[in-house]
C-alpha cells in the first residue's frame, strides 16, 4: 500500500499569506506526527496527534500554527500569516501505536515550504 | 525537557575506515532511544532502535546510561553510507520523538 502521503510537495507563498499543508497517514496508523526539518535546526517537533485524545500541541512555535485531524486520518496543518523564518521541509509522519513502546514512525516527503 | 545532542553537524570518513557518530540525551525516567536516517533524495527512515538490540547494515548502538550516550557505530565504512543520521529519544508513556540536528555523514571514497 502507499505510504504517507504529503502535498503540496512545493509551496512558493508571500509573506502574510495563509497556507495549508495536508498529510495522509497510513490507512490504519492511530498516530500522526508533524516535523519542521529546517538547515542547522535538524527536525522540529510541532504536533502530535493520537487517536481521539487531545493533541500534543507543545511544539508549535506560535499561535499562527496550527493543526487538525479530522476522522482520525487526513491531517492539515495550517500556518497564518506566514513569515520568512517559517520556510523549512514540514513533515509528516505516522505510526500504529500499540502503547508498547517502540513503534517505528514512518515519514512522507515533506513539503518545502519557501515564504519569499 | 527530553534534549539530544548530536556534536557533529559533518563528518567525513574515508571508505573502509571505521564509523561513530555520537548522541547524547538528557536524562529523565526510561529512555528510548532511536537512529533515523536520510539517504540523498528518500525519506527519512528507521535505521535501529536500542529496544531491538539489533545491527542493520552493519551498523550497531549501545545505549549507555551512565554516559546518557547512544552513538552509531560501523566497523568499515561503505560508500552507501554517506547520509545525514539523526538520534531520536522518547520516554516510555511519552509518544512524543524529539530528534537530534542531526549529523551528515560523507564516505570518501
Known amino acids: 500500500g502507499a505510504g504517507v502521503s504529503q502535498s503540496p510537495s512545493n509551496k512558493v507563498t508571500e509573506k502574510g499569506k495563509d497556507v495549508e499543508l495536508r498529510c495522509d497517514p497510513i490507512s490504519g496508523h492511530t498516530a500522526l506526527y508533524w516535523y519542521r526539518q529546517s538547515l542547522g535546526q535538524g527536525l522540529e517537533f510541532l504536533i502530535y496527534?493520537?487517536?481521539?485524545?487531545?493533541?500534543?500541541k507543545s511544539g508549535l512555535p506560535s499561535d499562527r500554527f496550527s493543526a487538525e485531524r479530522t476522522g482520525g486520518s487526513v491531517s492539515t496543518l495550517t500556518i497564518q500569516r506566514t513569515q520568512q523564518e517559517d520556510s523549512a521541509v514540514y513533515l509528516c509522519?505516522?505510526?500504529?501505536?500499540?502503547?508498547?513502546?517502540?513503534?517505528?514512525?514512518?515519514f512522507g516527503s515533506g513539503t518545502q515550504l519557501s515564504v519569499l | 525537557a527530553q534534549r539530544v545532542t548530536q556534536p557533529e553537524k559533518l563528518l567525513s570518513v574515508f571508505k573502509g575506515a571505521p564509523v561513530e557518530l555520537k548522541c547524547n540525551y538528557s536524562?529523565?525516567?526510561?529512555?528510548?532511544l532511536f537512529w533515523y536516517v536520510q539517504y540523498s533524495r528518500q525519506r527519512l527512515q528507521l535505521l535501529l532502535r536500542h529496544i531491538s538490540r539489533e545491527s542493520i547494515k552493519g551498523f550497531t548502538a549501545d545505549l549507555n546510561k551512565g554516559e546518557t550516550s547512544f552513538h552509531l557505530k560501523k566497523p568499515f565504512a561503505q560508500e552507501e553510507d554517506s547520509a545525514m543520521y539523526y538520534c531520536?529519544?522518547?520516554?516510555?508513556?511519552?509518544?512524543?520523538?524529539?530528534f537530534g540536528t542531526g549529523t551528515r555523514l560523507t564516505i570518501i571514497p
Open positions: 531520536a529519544l522518547r520516554y516510555f508513556g511519552n509518544e512524543k520523538l524529539t
Open positions: 509522519a505516522s505510526s500504529s501505536h500499540s502503547g508498547q513502546g517502540s513503534e517505528k514512525l514512518f
Open positions: 536524562y529523565s525516567g526510561s529512555p528510548e
Open positions: 496527534f493520537q487517536g481521539n485524545s487531545a493533541p500534543d
